[in-house]
């Protein structure tokens, strides 16, 4: 392939990306606005400003949009326990995962809200993407966190209701931003709100591994 052919290829690969995380973004809000049934690829087009002949070619049908919504959703939050292994030090681990897990919570909180929608009504888009792809992520942790404690680096014998409780914590802050926000006696979360929980949450997660 010459210099221009590729020059040329990534060109359109550039686009295609861009024009993806347009219309994932886009269908994200609309389907946390108006659920799956009142979603149309019509308004996920208007929002991302493209034309409905695009959204239709990069991801086919509104099925398969919102399940590459969810499932991009998953396993961006999912990148936080990447790195772990055996080897690695629980404290740190923990620290970055719950860390990372409440930054993105206060950043995004439409992805969670709109992830809690789906379990909530049954998760009937994902019950594939759990029963394979999620349980194999999270077989994989435990194993690990069994290891930690078998090595007496943990006090933790029970990793699932772990890695539960820290989803519970920290998703909580964006599925129930009204009641949380209500509860400070504020309209919206500020600056400081995200280091304030993440000062609270980390030492007691930690406290209660034995860390």
């Not at 020059?7 to 219309?23: A, P, V």
Request: hydrophobic letters at 40%; proline letters at 3%.
């Amino acid at each position: 392939m010459t210099e221009s052919a590729l020059s040329h290829h990534r060109s359109q690969q550039e686009i295609r990306e861009h024009n993806e995380q347009l219309i994932l973004a886009a269908a994200e809000m609309e389907f946390v606005l108006q659920g799956y049934r009142g979603a149309t690829m019509q308004a996920i087009a208007d929002r991302a400003g493209l034309p409905k002949a695009n959204v239709h070619y990069y991801f086919k049908s509104k099925k398969n949009l919102y399940q590459a919504v969810l499932t991009t959703i998953i396993e961006e939050w999912n990148e936080g326990l990447v790195s772990m292994t055996e080897d690695s030090d629980p404290k740190v681990v923990i620290e970055q995962f719950v860390r990372t897990k409440l930054a993105q919570a206060f950043a995004h909180p439409t992805r969670h809200k709109l992830f809690a929608l789906e379990i909530i009504n049954g998760a009937p888009h994902l019950q594939e993407f759990m029963a394979t792809t999620m349980k194999s992520w999270a077989q994989e942790k435990t194993q690990v966190i069994q290891s930690w404690y078998a090595q007496g680096k943990i006090a933790i014998n029970d990793p699932i209701h772990l890695l539960i409780l820290i989803w519970t914590t920290t998703q909580r802050y964006a599925e129930f931003e009204v009641e949380i926000v209500g509860l400070l006696d504020k309209e919206r979360y500020d600056e400081h709100d995200e280091k304030r929980t993440a000062n609270f949450l980390v030492p007691f997660i930690l406290r209660g591994c034995g860390l």
